[in-house]
């Protein structure tokens, strides 16, 4: 996602999952989860979040401990950086 290093764009999405109420907020240690549980197959979506940067540390599901991390590598870079690639 190229937002997803944006915080405006990261707060915008959690602005928008808080309006689903099929989505709940569990905090935790220095993150949020956020658990979606109303699919019709009863399969469970658990995203983890950093609580204050709204950053993505993992995805997971249902009976699972998230299977998925996330790390994000935020570098402000040159069109010729890029370039070089």
């Known amino acids: ?19 689903m109420p099929e989505v709940k907020v569990e905090p935790g240690d220095g993150v949020l989860r ?5 699919f019709p197959d009863a399969c469970e979506e658990t995203l983890v979040v950093d609580h204050a940067t709204g950053v993505i ?9 998230p299977s998925v991390v996330v790390s994000y590598d935020v570098r402000r870079v040159t069109a010729a ?3 070089k690639g």
């Open 1 to 19: 996602m190229p937002g997803a290093r944006r915080a405006d764009v990261r707060a915008g999405m959690m602005k928008l999952l808080a309006t």
């Open 34 to 38: 956020l658990r979606m549980t109303d």
């Open 57 to 65: 540390q993992a995805i997971g599901t249902r009976g699972k401990r």
């Open 81 to 83: 950086d890029v370039l």
